[in-house]
């Protein structure tokens, strides 16, 4: 039996602690900033990435890579590239885009890497009804007995606490390493199935309030800014809803804006990746808020939504800058 793409992969539910110490012993592992993709490697290579798509065309010398292995087997990885001493999302998205001698040109100057972390298929058996302990080890095995290096690289794996909790020091966060993903040893794969555990990096950032959703008066959320280099003030979050008790603290203190604000007149989207415009009210931007978030940056942007902590009455709005 061999499995064919698509298949889908197994999932993480997010969640805001470790898990105590249960009768099941879990292994930890790195969770990378990076596109999910399964490796179909052998004659026919194929990068699938997690919705399905062929991900080849974008990524030429990991369909190379895959296709020189030397043994056919399904990896499950993450998909990175690394660049400026971090592992960077937004030329990875940037790269995604490019077919053809674009493509091929990218892959020279912004090699993609895959970390990997499971193995489903190996020389025609399918593994993923073994438990993820015997996975692990046969994918050591295979990166020991083809002495694998880049583009491959082995996700990092623990079953210590103590070492998974050092892993989610913002230092790892300022590298590209989001937080953790927790996995019972003795777990099948199950495709589809939010089966594992995903614990993000958390940090407190400021943030100028440079417009609210909702009414000023009654806010819903915030849209939070800093000031560039040259001074101007550039959207880099949203929050998440605000409490009731943060509305009325925050409505009680944030004045309109008008024509003279720097986001009058400006278009911004609804979420990540919709072009769902956002309707929001601005405000004068004068007031710093500390928020809670994690360390998804794209270009100096949170790409998650942020959670408001708090007012920074100890801060003036020129002090936030990139």
Known sequence: MHLSPPVEPMLARSVTALPSSGARPVLFEQKADGFRALVFTGPKPYLQSRRGADLGPAFPEITRAAAALGVEAVVDAELVVWHNGRLDFTALQHRARLRGARAEHAAREQPAH?????????????????????????????????????????????????????????????????????????????????????????????????????SVHAPRGLLLGRLDAAGRLRLVARSTPLSRTATAELGAVLRPAGAEHPWWGRKFSAGWGTKELLTFQPVVPDLVAEVDTDTALDLGRHRHPVRYLRLRDDMAACDVRE
């Open 114 to 214: 895959l970390i990997t972390f499971d193995l489903l298929e190996l020389s025609g058996t399918v593994l993923m009804d073994q438990p993820l302990h015997q996975r692990r080890s046969a994918l050591e095995n295979l990166f020991a007995s083809l002495g694998l290096a880049a583009p491959w690289a082995l996700c990092p794996q623990t079953a210590d606490a103590a070492t998974a909790r050092t892993w989610l020091d913002p230092a790892w966060g300022a590298a590209g390493v989001e937080g953790l993903i927790v996995k019972e040893s003795g777990s099948r794969y199950r495709p589809g199935e939010r089966g594992w555990l995903k614990l993000r990096t958390r940090m407190s950032a400021e943030g100028i309030i440079g417009a609210v959703t909702g």
